[in-house]
C-alpha cells in the first residue's frame, strides 16, 4: 500500500513570496490533515478535511494560510505572503475516517524562509 | 487545557534498555501514541494505547500507563543504533467527536551509544 505522498520535499523562498504544498493521502482514506512542525517542537495541527469538508482550521493563521481539498483526495496547502515564522516543516496525515484512531503521515516539506 | 511534556534528551548505550517519559494533561484522552521521527523523515506511528489499558507490549516495545498520574512511558528492549531518532509522545484530542486531533509533546531526542 502507498504511503502519503508529499511534494515538493524542500522549498526555500523569501519572505512575502507565496508557495503551495501538495499532498496525496493513502486511497481510500477519507480525512486529511496539515500540521505545522517548528524546529525543536512537536507537530501542530493546522487544518483537518473529511472528504472535500473542512472539520477543523481553528490553528489556521486564515490570513495569509489557505488550503482545500476540492475533490476529497489530494490537498493543497498555500501561503501567501510567507513570513520568517513560517519556517518549518509541513506534515501531511491521512486516516481512514475521522473515527479512525490511527494518522498515518508522509515525509513533510521542509519550508525554509529567508 | 491540552498539554504534553517530555525530556528532551536521552543517551543509552547499544544493548542496554531505553525509557522515555511523558506527561499529559487531558484526562479524557481515549488513546495514547509514540511515534519515531529519524532526520528529514516523517513520522512513524509505533505503537499506542488505549485509556482503559496500563501495559502494551508489542516485539521490544512495552508501553505503560498510568491514568491516575496522567504518565506514559515507552520502554525499548535491547536498544539498538537504529533506535537513534527523536520520539514524540501525543494524545488523541476530542476522539470520537467532530475532531480527532494529534497534541503532540515535543519529543525526546534518543541517542544509542555503540
Known amino acids: 500500500e502507498a504511503g502519503v505522498a508529499q511534494s515538493p520535499r524542500y522549498k526555500i523562498i523569501e519572505k512575502r513570496q507565496s508557495v503551495a504544498f501538495w499532498c496525496n493521502p493513502i486511497s481510500g482514506h477519507a480525512t486529511l490533515y496539515w500540521y505545522q512542525q517548528i524546529l525543536g517542537q512537536g507537530p501542530k495541527l493546522l487544518i483537518q478535511?473529511?472528504?472535500?469538508?473542512?472539520?477543523?482550521d481553528s490553528q489556521l493563521p486564515k490570513d495569509r494560510f489557505s488550503a482545500e481539498r476540492l475533490k476529497g483526495v489530494d490537498s493543497t496547502l498555500k501561503i501567501q505572503p510567507a513570513k520568517l515564522e513560517d519556517s518549518a516543516v509541513y506534515l501531511c496525515?491521512?486516516?481512514?475516517?475521522?473515527?479512525?484512531?490511527?494518522?498515518?503521515f508522509g515525509p513533510g516539506t521542509r519550508l525554509t524562509v529567508l | 487545557g491540552e498539554d504534553v511534556e517530555q525530556s528532551l534528551f536521552l543517551s543509552v548505550r547499544e544493548g542496554d534498555s531505553s525509557v522515555i517519559n511523558c506527561t499529559y494533561t487531558?484526562?479524557?484522552?481515549?488513546?495514547l501514541y509514540w511515534y519515531k521521527q529519524e532526520p528529514g523523515a516523517g513520522l512513524q506511528l509505533l505503537t499506542y494505547?488505549?485509556?482503559?489499558?496500563d501495559m502494551k507490549q508489542d516485539q521490544r516495545l512495552t508501553v505503560l500507563l498510568n491514568k491516575k498520574d496522567k504518565h506514559l512511558s515507552l520502554r525499548i528492549a535491547d536498544t539498538q543504533t537504529g533506535d537513534s531518532a527523536i520520539y514524540f509522545c501525543a494524545e488523541i484530542s476530542n476522539y470520537g467527536g467532530a475532531t480527532n486531533k494529534l497534541i503532540f509533546g515535543t519529543g525526546t531526542l534518543l541517542a544509542v551509544q555503540p
Open positions: 496525515a491521512s486516516s481512514l475516517d475521522r473515527g479512525s484512531n490511527e494518522q498515518f
Open positions: 494505547i488505549f485509556s482503559n489499558m
Open positions: 478535511f473529511q472528504n472535500n469538508g473542512v472539520v477543523d
Open positions: 487531558d484526562s479524557s484522552s481515549t488513546y
